[in-house]
C-alpha cells in the first residue's frame, strides 16, 4: 500500500554531491527498515545503505565514508546524502522500506537516475 517516490537524482561531476531522498506515502515510523539500493547498467542490483527504526545507519562497502542515510519520521522521508561521487556511482538509485514480515512487507520505489560524469 505505502508509495515510496524519489527526488534529486540528476547529473553530477566526479567529486561533486547529491542528496536523494524518497517521501513516503504515510507514516515510517513502522518499517523495521528503509534502505537504499542501486543498479547500474549490466550489474545485479546492489545494496547502499540502511537505517532501522532504532536509528542503526549501515552501509557497503562501495560507499562506506561517503554516503550518509538518514531519516525524518515527521516528513515521512528518507535521505541518502552522496558526496565525493565516483564514475562508478552511476546507477538508478531506489528506495526500500520493509516492515519485518517477509516478502509481501517489502516495497520499492520507481528509481531516479544518478549519472557521474565529466
Known amino acids: 500500500q505505502v508509495q515510496l517516490v524519489e527526488f534529486g537524482g540528476g547529473l553530477v561531476q566526479p567529486g561533486g554531491t547529491l542528496r536523494l531522498f524518497c517521501a513516503a506515502s504515510?507514516?515510517?515510523?513502522?518499517?523495521?527498515?528503509m534502505g537504499w539500493y542501486r543498479q547500474a547498467p549490466g550489474k545485479q542490483r546492489e545494496w547502499v545503505a540502511s537505517?532501522?527504526?532504532?536509528?542503526?545507519?549501515n552501509y557497503g562497502e562501495s560507499v562506506q565514508g561517503r554516503f550518509t542515510i538518514s531519516r525524518d519520521n515527521a516528513d515521512n522521508a528518507v535521505y541518502l546524502q552522496m558526496n565525493s561521487l565516483k564514475f562508478e556511482d552511476t546507477a538508478v538509485y531506489y528506495c526500500?522500506?520493509?516492515?519485518?514480515?517477509?516478502?509481501?512487507?517489502?516495497?520499492w520505489g520507481q528509481g531516479i537516475q544518478v549519472t557521474v560524469s565529466s
Open positions: 504515510g507514516s515510517i515510523s513502522r518499517f523495521y527498515a
Open positions: 526500500q522500506s520493509d516492515l519485518g514480515t517477509g516478502p509481501r512487507g517489502v516495497n
Open positions: 537505517i532501522t527504526q532504532s536509528g542503526l545507519r
